[in-house]
């Protein structure tokens, strides 16, 4: 077992971040606001609805309301400024901002981005208290 734990700490990712540099999240997303969706006018479906939390990925729900824009491949926001990557298809009220990438990106950049975001989700929620969109350089 300690033989196995020295192997994975001697191991590299082969990562090479020389040319890593200051990114601000306007440079790579687009960003939408979700919009408005009340309790009583959701439809019951498979579609989940992304909602501010902390839990289930912010997946609240799931509906199947037509009209209501989906997205997929997408990092979510919300007010509180929880970070989620989400994948495959979903819907999100107007408490979560949507970052689409301007340029495609693998899922694991997603991931790292949002984990970036969770990190700094403090430092960010007090900067951008009063507005729309993020605007912290990363």
């Known amino acids: 077992d300690n033989k196995i734990k020295t192997d994975i700490q001697h191991k590299t990712l082969g990562l090479d971040n020389s040319n890593w540099k200051e990114f601000s999240l306007s440079e ?36 199947s309301n037509t009209e209501h824009k989906k997205y997929s491949e997408a990092i979510t926001i ?22 689409k990438p301007k340029n495609k990106l693998s899922k694991y950049a997603l991931f790292f981005i949002s984990t970036v975001i969770n990190q700094d989700k403090y430092r960010l929620k007090a900067k951008n208290k009063n507005k729309s969109q993020p605007t912290k350089r990363f």
């Open 28 to 63: 790579l997303f687009s960003q939408v606001r979700g919009s408005r969706l009340v309790q009583a006018d959701r439809e019951i479906g498979s579609i989940p609805l992304v909602t501010a939390g902390q839990s289930n990925l912010g997946v609240k729900d799931y509906i």
């Open 78 to 99: 919300d007010m509180f400024c929880n970070s989620f990557v989400h994948l495959d298809e979903f819907c999100c009220d107007d408490n979560i901002l949507v970052l």
